[in-house]
């Protein structure tokens, strides 16, 4: 349903997750929704219809693309650009920026995390874990005098996340995510009585099972306390075993294919029968309600205020033929209510460029991710590496304790494909056997046949604190194809976080010891991420977990958003996306997003009552 | 196909996959015609021919022959090793300047300038050798199915080994 007029209740930009949760809420309810989508779309095709656009072409640019980073599937569109992990560099030391793809760098670490910007936004590529964050996550300031408390707590966010679980289509136990078996008080959760998730946990991999029986009764110390090391299923937005009569959706298109995640081993980039949830599933959804048009190929690139109300008056936007041509045509739209949801940086960009929600100076500060030490070794017998989704267990034991005070807390991700993260195993790595070892025929495939499958690897997702120095901002020299601005970046990884660096690395060791694993692990210092704590190096990546670029609080001096998620200078302005959290904890954080979201969707219901 | 069968051949002796497992993947033609597309048809031809004369790598004596004639061979070794990769990964690789200008097939200059390493097809992409030698799947395609990998994985192939 198409509306040709220029009115709407309510205007959305971006069409990933946090639009397409909003999108589907109001026009549910009746309300005429616009989205503008910046990227290109998938008009909600699958395998069905044409390899040109549809959600194929993806796969075939996958297949065919000889780097496979998480933006391979994507088209590469200049008037909607994005960053790729390939542009990353470590700043120069000499000049001033890193101006290579994307982002322009600033320093004086690089900032290592990506975005996807077409219709249906980062979750395409995303890998789809959803864990809730800690109840002393929303109190860091409070409890360890670090970062910065919520104005909302985890009791008032937990039906939220109760309904962003069964949205999503959740698989995993309650009984197991409420981490009652973990011995460290600090990180277990307070979940609603005789709750569960929408579907049966995702099975734990071999390598889960094999490094649970492994580290059984295993402890570490920190600050002379002691805390389990325990592993434990992930809950996964992927499609596991239905509870009852929950009936998980299927690919977009064809509701047939993807109703169980298949095995493919490829959620990042892209589950090739969407077995693993995207917000094209939500898009579907909002544009069954009959009252949501989507419009891609639109750049919002201003939002004008009215001066009387301070509310946004129009948002103009910037509608491009194709992604092969910059010619655009000059558009504006109105709506009661506006709602930002193009990602943590680029709402931030938007509203730096329209110079609204500032009063704070917040606005493109305290930018936040998990960066994400990697270490890697040998199995001693093989653990079937290479098999099923990316990560099906993690170890959550250290996501909280008294050590917050003093170094960041960390989740232990385990790595189901192998090497592939840290060395790009096999593809990257096979033609070392060949050309530096001399290996082929019987010797080569023997040798990949006993080595690849005990390839193990952990991620360490490790807690930033927001700080204000590190930031979005613009400027006018910095402009894509379309004149719109590039972000320009500042971010530093200070000692509170490569202090957790450090005690990971440190369990790590225990770990590997103590299951014999051989190490492999290697920290080069050309390496962009490459970081010293007390004269060792790390390195971090990025891990795609963009927060706190207009956060939430509880003063207009400090933050730019209230609880109800509402800018506090514009009433008729709210920002949804993990740009509004105050603190990233060590939970991937598109789950509290997505209940965030749901939350503010009501709160925008209620607002439009009153036009 | 020209020389299709020397090529298959050929193959399995530098992949250690038995010519019957190499048809069945389907992309065997494909690879033979870019390997023309890349390299002289006399350098394959003289490849095929030193590889006949060694026989079958299966002693000592062989083996040393063939490190010797083809492995180490500034003019072939370089291509084997291509064969190999294109077997495995499914990508082919451009050979070094310096071994093209001697070897490299002639037209090279004008449409066929040395480009970037490239995935042959999607299809070569998803038939790559290295996912069954590791023994699971390519990564993206012929899924195996719902859980399992819980279970501990089918030990990779290991027959023909000496
Ligand atoms: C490799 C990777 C793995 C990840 N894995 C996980 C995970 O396992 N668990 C987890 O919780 N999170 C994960 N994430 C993070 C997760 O993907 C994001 O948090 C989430 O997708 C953000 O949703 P969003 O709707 O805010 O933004 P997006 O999904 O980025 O959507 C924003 C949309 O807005 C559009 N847009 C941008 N600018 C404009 C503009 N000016 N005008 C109009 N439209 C615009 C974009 O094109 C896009 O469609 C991962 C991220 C990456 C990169
Ligand atoms: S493992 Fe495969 S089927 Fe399952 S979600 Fe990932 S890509 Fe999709």
């Known amino acids: ?611 | 196909m020209y020389r299709l069968s020397d090529f298959y051949r050929l193959s399995a002796a530098l992949t250690g996959y038995q010519e019957v497992e190499l048809q069945g993947t389907g992309v065997g033609p494909v690879y033979c015609q870019t390997l023309s597309k890349w390299v002289r048809q006399d350098v394959i031809e003289a490849l095929y021919a030193q590889a006949e004369q060694i026989g079958a790598l299966d002693n000592d004596t062989n083996q040393a022959r063939f490190y010797d004639q083809i492995w180490n061979s500034a003019k072939l070794g370089p291509v084997a090793r291509n064969i190999i990769k294109m077997w495995y990964l499914s990508i082919w690789y451009q050979l070094p300047a310096d071994w093209n200008a001697l070897y490299g097939v002639d037209d090279f200059s004008a449409d066929k300038p040395p480009v970037e390493d490239y995935v042959i097809s999607s299809n070569a992409y998803i038939q790559g050798l290295v996912w069954n030698a590791l023994g699971s799947h390519p990564m993206g395609a012929k899924q195996p199915g719902y859980g399992t990998w819980a279970f501990p994985g089918h030990t990779a192939k290991t027959h023909n080994l000496d």
């Open chain 1, 1 to 611: 349903m198409t509306h040709h007029h220029n009115d709407y209740d309510v205007v959305i930009v971006g069409a990933g997750i946090a639009g397409a949760i909003m999108a589907k809420q109001l026009g549910e309810q009746g309300k005429q929704v616009l989205i503008l989508e910046a990227g290109t779309g998938t008009d909600g095709r699958f395998f069905d219809q044409g390899k040109e656009q549809g959600y194929e072409s993806y796969m075939e640019r996958f297949f065919t693309a000889m780097a496979k980073i998480p933006n391979a599937p994507y088209p590469n569109n200049p008037n909607a650009p994005q960053p790729l992990v390939t542009d990353i560099q470590k700043p120069p030391l000499d000049k001033p920026v890193s101006d290579h793809g994307y982002f322009v760098q600033y320093g004086p670490d690089p900032f290592a995390s990506t975005y996807t910007r077409s219709e249906g936004g980062t979750t395409l590529h995303w890998l789809g874990t959803c864990l809730r964050m800690l109840p002393e996550d929303f109190e860091l300031q409070s409890r360890f005098g670090r970062g910065r408390d919520w104005p909302i707590s985890y009791q008032e966010l937990q039906p939220w996340y109760e309904i962003a679980e069964q949205h999503i289509g959740v698989s995993a136990n309650a009984d197991v995510q409420n981490y009652h078996q973990i011995d460290n008080p600090s990180v277990q959760l307070p979940f609603e009585e005789n709750y569960n998730y929408p579907m049966e946990q995702i099975p734990q991999s071999f390598l889960d099972q094999y490094l649970a029986k492994g580290l059984q009764g295993m402890q570490v110390n920190i600050d002379n306390q002691t805390y389990p090391i325990d592993v434990v299923a992930t809950p996964q937005g992927r499609n596991g075993m239905p509870r009852g009569d929950y009936r998980p959706v299927g690919a977009v298109g064809n509701p047939d294919l993807g109703q169980r995640c298949a095995g493919n081993s490829n959620c990042v980039p892209i589950c090739p029968i969407q077995a693993k949830y995207s917000a094209l599933k939500t898009l579907e959804q909002a544009k069954q309600t009959g009252n949501v048009t989507i419009e891609t190929q639109a750049v919002a690139y201003h939002l004008a205020v009215d001066d009387n109300t301070q509310n946004i008056s129009k948002v103009h936007y910037k509608r491009y033929h194709s992604s092969d041509s910059a010619a655009f045509e000059d558009k504006a739209v109105t709506g009661k209510i506006v709602v930002l949801a193009a990602h943590a940086v680029e709402n931030a960009k938007l509203l730096l460029a329209s110079n609204v929600a500032n009063s704070s100076d917040q606005v493109g500060r305290n930018l936040m991710d998990h960066p994400t030490m990697l270490t890697w070794g040998l199995m001693p017998c093989k653990i079937g590496a290479f098999r099923g989704p990316g990560s099906t267990s993690g170890i959550p034991s250290l996501r909280g304790g008294a050590f917050r005070a003093d170094q960041a807390a960390f989740r232990i991700e385990i790595g189901n494909w192998g090497w592939s993260w840290p060395e790009g195993a096999p593809i990257a790595t096979v033609p070392d056997l060949i050309d530096k070892h001399g290996l082929f025929g019987p010797a080569l495939r023997h040798k990949i046949a006993e080595e690849y499958p005990r390839m193990f690897r952990f991620g360490f997702l490790v807690e930033q604190l927001p700080d204000p120095d590190n930031r979005v901002t613009i400027d006018d020299q910095y402009r894509d194809q379309l004149g719109n601005y590039r972000p320009v970046i500042h971010y530093k990884v200070t000692d509170y976080t490569r202090a957790g660096m450090a005690q990971a690395k440190e369990v790590s060791d225990a770990i590997f010891q103590r299951l014999g694993v051989e190490p492999f692990t290697q920290y080069k210092t050309s390496d962009p991420g490459y970081v010293q704590y007390q004269g060792k190096g790390y390195v971090y990546n990025g891990a795609g977990h963009l927060v706190g670029t207009h956060l939430m609080g509880k003063d207009p001096k400090d933050s730019v958003v209230n609880r109800d998620q509402r800018s506090w200078d514009h009433p008729n302005l709210y920002l949804v996306g993990c740009g509004n959290m105050p603190t990233i904890a060590t939970s991937n954080p598109t789950l509290t997003m997505a209940a965030l979201t749901f939350w503010a969707a009501d709160n925008v219901l209620n607002a439009l009552d009153q036009y």
